[in-house]
């Protein structure tokens, strides 16, 4: 079955959107943040966090070839000497200690005057940023309570004796 096969279409042909794809993450590499529409911004993020794969796995390896291959495949995506040249010299050494999610979305409260449409921030997150911190669980104190509440309860209630069993009349 094909099912889920047709995201972020965009409402464009194939050949539109991989250009619009590469222009916006090249864009993307040499500004650092761009503002964009929510969709474009959701079907980028995909294509952008692959390229700086692509970019930090020749940073990682000492074989000149590897290295080349690497640059001509995010080359090959991208399409800009320019953005790529800074993504490879730049940007990847950022991202050498991050295991995905190189990108953040920010929904821009107010829409684009012409048409209205949804229109969002997308940039490259900082080496050092640890993003947000997560709330403490407040749930496993209440249900500790909770046990301790029904402990004692148990514990003072008499224990059910045996019932006499009952004579059957005659």
């Given at each position: 079955?094909?099912?889920?096969?047709?995201?972020?279409?965009?409402?464009?042909?194939?050949?539109?959107?991989?250009?619009?794809?590469?222009?916006?993450a090249?864009?993307?590499?040499?500004?650092?943040?761009?503002?964009?529409?929510?969709?474009?911004?959701?079907?980028?993020?995909?294509f952008?966090?692959?390229v700086?794969?692509?970019?930090?796995?020749?940073?990682?390896?000492?074989?000149?070839?590897?290295?080349?291959?690497?640059?001509?495949?995010?080359?090959?995506?991208?399409?800009?000497?320019?953005?790529?040249?800074?993504?490879?010299?730049?940007?990847?050494?950022?991202?050498?200690?991050?295991?995905?999610?190189?990108?953040?979305i920010y929904?821009?409260?107010?829409?684009?005057?012409?048409?209205?449409?949804?229109?969002?921030?997308?940039?490259?997150?900082?080496?050092?940023?640890?993003?947000y911190?997560?709330?403490?669980?407040?749930?496993a104190?209440?249900?500790?309570?909770?046990?301790?509440?029904?402990?004692?309860?148990?514990?003072?209630?008499?224990?059910?004796?045996?019932?006499?069993?009952?004579?059957?009349?005659?």
């Amino acid at each position: 079955m094909r099912h889920c096969k047709h995201r972020h279409q965009l409402g464009v042909k194939k050949e539109h959107r991989i250009a619009l794809l590469a222009n916006l993450a090249a864009a993307l590499f040499v500004h650092n943040r761009i503002k964009t529409t929510l969709p474009k911004a959701k079907a980028l993020r995909p294509f952008a966090e692959k390229v700086i794969t692509l970019a930090k796995k020749a940073a990682q390896t000492d074989d000149r070839a590897k290295k080349l291959h690497f640059y001509r495949l995010a080359l090959a995506k991208v399409r800009s000497e320019e953005a790529v040249a800074i993504l490879f010299t730049k940007r990847a050494q950022e991202f050498l200690n991050r295991n995905g999610g190189y990108t953040r979305i920010y929904k821009l409260a107010i829409p684009r005057i012409g048409d209205g449409a949804e229109m969002a921030l997308i940039e490259l997150i900082a080496a050092n940023d640890e993003g947000y911190k997560k709330a403490p669980k407040k749930a496993a104190p209440k249900a500790k309570k909770a046990k301790e509440a029904a402990a004692p309860a148990a514990e003072e209630a008499p224990a059910p004796e045996a019932a006499p069993a009952e004579q059957p009349s005659a």
